[in-house]
T-cell receptor, first 109, second 113 residues
Framework: GQSLEQPSEVTAVEGAIVQINCTYQTSGFYGLSWYQQHDGGAPTFLSYNALDGLEETGRFSSFLSRSDSYGYLLLQELQMKDSASYFCAVSGGYQKVTFGTGTKLQVIP | DVKVTQSSRYLVKRTGEKVFLECVQDMDHENMFWYRQDPGLGLRLIYFSYDVKMKEKGDIPEGYSVSREKKERFSLILESASTNQTSMYLC????????????FGPGTRLTVL
C-alpha cells in the first residue's frame, strides 16, 4: 500500500518563504507530484519530481529525496493568493496515484 | 485549453436512489479517475480506467461502480445511495505517459438525505 504524511496546516507571512514537507511509504515509486487547491476549486497540478533534486517553476520549487522517501514544496515571495491547500501525491505504478491529506496554507499580511 | 467537465456541481439525492455522475474530457486522455474528497481525508481514489471498457478498483470502491464506454466519458454510479456517500466527487484525467499530471473537473457536491 501507499501512505503519505504532510502537515495539516501552515501559516506564513506575505513575502516570506514557506516549505511544505511530505513523507511517503510506498510499495512502488515512480514520482512525487504536488497540487494546489483553492477553496471551492479543483486541484491543479504544480510540479512533478521523478529524480532526486530540486525542480524550479517560477516562485514554486519542489524537492525529492528518494532515499529518504521525502519531498517538499517551497513557495517563495508568498502572495495572498497562495492561500490554498497543497497536496502531495505519489505514483506507484499501474497508472494509480495516491494523494496525501493536504496542507492548508494561510498567508497573512 | 484542457477541459474536464462534470455533469452537475451540486446534487441532492435520497437514500436508496441510484445516482449517476458523469465526467467528460476533451484531451483524448487514456486515463480517467474518480476521487472523493472529505475534510481531513484528502482525495481518495474510488476507481480508475486506463482504456475504454477497462476499469480498476481504487482504495475505496465499495458501494460504487463505473462505466467507460467511450474514451472521453467516465461515469460513476452509486447503485443505492447512502448518507455516508455524501461528499465532493472529483473526476480527473491524464495521458497514458503522464499519469502524474492529472487534470481535474470542478467537482460534484453530492448530498444524500
Amino acid at each position: 500500500g501507499q501512505s503519505l504524511e504532510q502537515p495539516s496546516e501552515v501559516t506564513a507571512v506575505e513575502g516570506a518563504i514557506v516549505q511544505i514537507n511530505c513523507t511517503y511509504q510506498t510499495s512502488g515509486f515512480y514520482g512525487l507530484s504536488w497540487y494546489q487547491q483553492h477553496d471551492g476549486g479543483a486541484p491543479t497540478f504544480l510540479s512533478y519530481n521523478a529524480l532526486d533534486g530540486l525542480e524550479e517553476t517560477g516562485r514554486f520549487s519542489s524537492f525529492l529525496s528518494r532515499s529518504d522517501s521525502y519531498g517538499y514544496l517551497l513557495l517563495q515571495e508568498l502572495q495572498m493568493k497562495d492561500s490554498a491547500s497543497y497536496f502531495c501525491a505519489v505514483s506507484g505504478g499501474y497508472q494509480k496515484v495516491t494523494f496525501g491529506t493536504g496542507t492548508k496554507l494561510q498567508v497573512i499580511p | 485549453d484542457v477541459k474536464v467537465t462534470q455533469s452537475s456541481r451540486y446534487l441532492v439525492k435520497r437514500t436508496g436512489e441510484k445516482v449517476f455522475l458523469e465526467c467528460v474530457q476533451d484531451m483524448d486522455h487514456e486515463n480517467m479517475f474518480w476521487y472523493r474528497q472529505d475534510p481531513g481525508l484528502g482525495l481518495r481514489l474510488i476507481y480508475f480506467s486506463y482504456d475504454v471498457k477497462m476499469k480498476e478498483k481504487g482504495d475505496i470502491p465499495e458501494g460504487y461502480s463505473v462505466s467507460r464506454e467511450k474514451k472521453e466519458r467516465f461515469s460513476l454510479i452509486l447503485e443505492s445511495a447512502s448518507t455516508n456517500q455524501t461528499s465532493m466527487y472529483l473526476c480527473a484525467s491524464s495521458s497514458a505517459t503522464g499519469v502524474d499530471t492529472q487534470y481535474f473537473g470542478p467537482g460534484t457536491r453530492l448530498t444524500v438525505l
